[in-house]
């Protein structure tokens, strides 16, 4: 279990390397989760095609390598609540 250091607590995720998952929980009437490539990630923007989660209970796919997540609710990403999750 990894517990992210975002401000506010922005979200869990728990890793599965079975599995190859990130389950990402949060709260969605504040929070989501965008997965985004790494101009998407430095710029805090979201390109089109970039996925968006609002459950507040997501399971997501990881790829490997790098795998870049970010909240995109009130500029929240401007203000660090961003991560990248390295899959082996």
């Known amino acids: 279990i990894l517990r992210s250091d975002l401000r506010q ?5 728990l890793v599965f390397s079975g599995r190859g998952r990130a389950v990402f929980r949060y709260n969605p009437l504040i929070h ?3 997965a985004v490539g ?3 990630y430095n710029g ?3 390109p089109s095609g970039s996925r ?4 507040g209970n997501d399971a997501v796919r990881l790829v490997r390598g790098d795998n870049r997540f970010m909240c ?3 500029y929240h990403c401007n203000f660090g609540m961003k991560m990248v ?3 082996a």
């Open 44 to 46: 805090c923007t979201t």
């Open 9 to 13: 607590r922005f979200l869990t995720v």
């Open 38 to 40: 790494e101009d998407g």
């Open 85 to 87: 999750v390295n899959a």
């Open 52 to 55: 968006t989660y609002e459950s």
């Open 32 to 34: 989501n989760v965008v």
């Open 72 to 74: 995109t609710r009130l």
